[in-house]
């Protein structure tokens, strides 16, 4: 059975793509995110030159080091793979542009869309009742809910899809503390109002015959967990056999609530470290994950980090010592890129 992850290298932004074969005995591929600009050419060009057709693309959500790669492989001599996109396409950009957040960006995606034959987007928008079959590959999503796609729709323009493109149907401080320490520091999720474009941003539930994985983009923990409780408990956890962590592994996201309705034991952090404001990843979100109450410590937690250790050391970004791995029953992999998860 083949259904691999790969982790691509998208600078602070988040690329991933999986390859399985489906039920039908044929490839098929599906690029979830871009990553920055410069990721088509240095990572999703290679992989796209290999491989004969980009079945689908998932945008989590418009933020620059999302979507970047997205529009300049549709501006290239690639775009002609490209055959599905999906999005929420409806008024969720800021009229005003961002470092992160571009009307221009979400704009030129919709022109792509809009000029091109072949493309097609979803007709309706994406939220937590939504479920795809692509060929025996299941996704459902976590978020975004009603309440964040109104709240951001009040808020935000943008272009409209022509109708024949739509598809049927304190660092310091930290340096200092403990884990144990650090994992009692009081969560706090930034608001809505406050961070519209993430509270929009898909996070995919992906099933694949016994195998599952969580692609949580930039989700917010609130609405995944709200999510997850109708279904699930503490007694009765969802069991996945990888997490992407949201954000990047942001202090402002993966809380206890979240960690205690999930099980899991590998989780996956895409960032090179580069941040302009809290670091990506965190150390408080790693310590959340080895210290929180429910966690059965006999079990080791393996943390797969997409570059090499010294970029993040390069960076100023806190990584785990010796001491702390021995401590607390965890191992970290760098460099890592490519997730055989049809062979565990």
């Not at 591929?29 to 693309?57: A, F, H, Q, R």
């Not at 007694?235 to 996945?240: A, D, G, Q, T």
């Not at 150390?283 to 080895?290: D, P």
């Not at 109450?293 to 990584?319: A, H, M, Q, V, W």
Request: glycine fraction near 4%; hydrophobic fraction near 35%.
């Amino acid at each position: 059975m083949k259904f691999d992850l790969h982790v691509l290298k998208a600078m602070s932004g988040d690329s991933l793509l999986l390859s399985y074969i489906g039920n039908d005995n044929k490839e098929h591929n599906l690029l979830i995110d871009g990553g920055k600009p410069n990721t088509y050419k240095n990572s999703i060009k290679k992989i796209i030159n290999n491989i004969e057709l980009l079945d689908y693309v998932f945008i989590t959500h418009i933020d620059n080091d999302h979507i970047g790669g997205v529009l300049k492989l549709l501006g290239s001599n690639s775009s002609d793979k490209v055959k599905n996109i999906f999005f929420n396409s409806g008024h969720f950009i800021s009229k005003n542009n961002t470092t992160s957040v571009s009307e221009t960006d979400a704009n030129n995606l919709i022109d792509f869309i809009n000029q091109s034959s072949v493309i097609k987007a979803n007709k309706k928008e994406i939220s937590i009742n939504t479920e795809y079959d692509f060929f025996g590959l299941k996704i459902s999503f976590l978020s975004p809910s009603y309440d964040a796609i109104t709240n951001f729709n009040n808020s935000y323009c943008i272009k409209k899809i022509k109708p024949e493109a739509l598809i049927s149907d304190s660092v310091e401080e930290a340096n200092s503390l403990s884990l144990d320490q650090l994992s009692k520091i009081k969560f706090r999720e930034k608001s809505l109002k406050s961070d519209p474009a993430n509270g929009v941003s898909l996070a995919m539930l992906v099933e694949y015959q016994n195998k599952s994985i969580l692609l949580l983009g930039d989700a917010k923990d609130s609405i995944i967990i709200s999510s997850l409780k109708k279904t699930h408990s503490v007694k009765n956890k969802l069991k996945v056999d990888y997490i992407k962590l949201s954000h990047h592994g942001s202090k402002f996201h993966t809380n206890n609530d979240f960690l205690s309705l999930i099980e899991c034991s590998k989780f996956i952090i895409s960032t090179d470290g580069k941040h302009s404001g809290n670091k990506h990843p965190n150390i408080e979100t790693i310590a959340r994950i080895l210290c929180h109450k429910y966690r059965d410590k006999r079990n080791k937690i393996y943390f797969y980090f997409n570059y090499p250790e010294n970029t993040y050391i390069d960076n100023g970004t806190r990584l785990l010592s010796k001491k702390e791995k021995i401590k607390h029953n965890c191992e970290c992999w760098y460099n890592k890129n490519i997730f055989e998860i049809g062979s565990l």
